[in-house]
């Protein structure tokens, strides 16, 4: 079946400007993930959704980051009046929710943005 | 807090030699552990887990052993391909009172050459 796709695979967007980020997780997964990789480095975590539902926004960097979920499905993830630094592949993962512990996330190829 | 420690990369090894990738954390509780591997040009996928103590994860000929007692997950292969050749991730999970936390390592480049 299908996996976890993103869009757009590439942005290159000025300084200032807002970006949005869209993520659709596989169908029937209730959890949805997203994290940053900055060139060389791991994986930082951002946000995760439970359902629609956001338990824990402390991930996100700054308040220019919001995320939101609709429906249980799609997800964006939205960074306004971006920096240089915001410069990085944005990843989406999703997974199934089982009680007691981890459940394998999957995850999308990633939006590369490039704040100029 | 929790973290995860994992061995600076590039390793460059030759076809057919023995890898280890080291993977150290620390985590109050039980955690469980995961390596999961970045192919080039590919998204990431799970490689293999360990979810308690003694545990050995394995898969396509890669293994690790949760071990509390030195707590660590070194990720190791007898017989390295070029086709191994990715980015490597050691990744710590738990979740306490719905508190959700996955840690990841910075991520071990792998270079196999012929």
């Known amino acids: 079946g299908a996996g976890v796709s993103q869009s757009p695979s590439n942005k290159v967007t000025e300084k200032g400007k807002d970006v949005e980020l869209r993520c659709d997780p596989i169908s029937g997964h209730t959890a949805l993930y997203w994290y940053r990789q900055s060139l060389g480095q791991g994986l930082e975590f951002l946000i995760y959704f439970q359902g629609n539902s956001a338990p824990d926004k402390s991930g996100l960097p700054s308040d220019r980051f919001s995320a939101e979920r609709t429906g249980g499905s799609v997800s964006t993830l939205t960074i306004q009046r971006t920096q240089q630094e915001d410069s990085a592949v944005y990843l989406c993962?999703?997974?199934?929710?089982?009680?007691?512990?981890?459940?394998?996330?999957?995850f999308g190829p990633g939006t590369r943005l490039t704040v100029l | 807090g929790n973290s995860v420690t994992q061995m600076e990369g590039p390793v460059t090894l030759s076809e057919e030699a023995f890898l280890t990738i080291n993977c150290t954390y620390t985590?109050?509780?039980?955690?469980?552990l995961f390596w999961y591997v970045q192919y080039p040009g590919e998204g990431l996928q799970l490689l293999l887990k360990?979810?308690?103590a003694d545990d050995k994860g394995s898969n396509k000929g890669f293994e690790a052993t949760y071990r509390k007692e030195t707590t660590s997950f070194h990720l190791e292969k007898g017989s390295v391909q070029v086709s191994d050749s990715a980015v490597y991730f050691c990744?710590?999970?738990?979740?306490?009172?719905?508190?959700?936390?996955?840690?990841w390592g910075a991520g071990t480049k792998l270079i196999i050459k012929p």
């Open positions: 360990a979810t308690k």
């Open positions: 993962a999703s997974s199934l929710i089982l009680a007691g512990g981890y459940n394998e996330q999957f």
């Open positions: 985590a109050t509780g039980y955690p469980s």
């Open positions: 990744a710590l999970f738990f979740l306490m009172d719905s508190n959700y936390q996955l840690i």
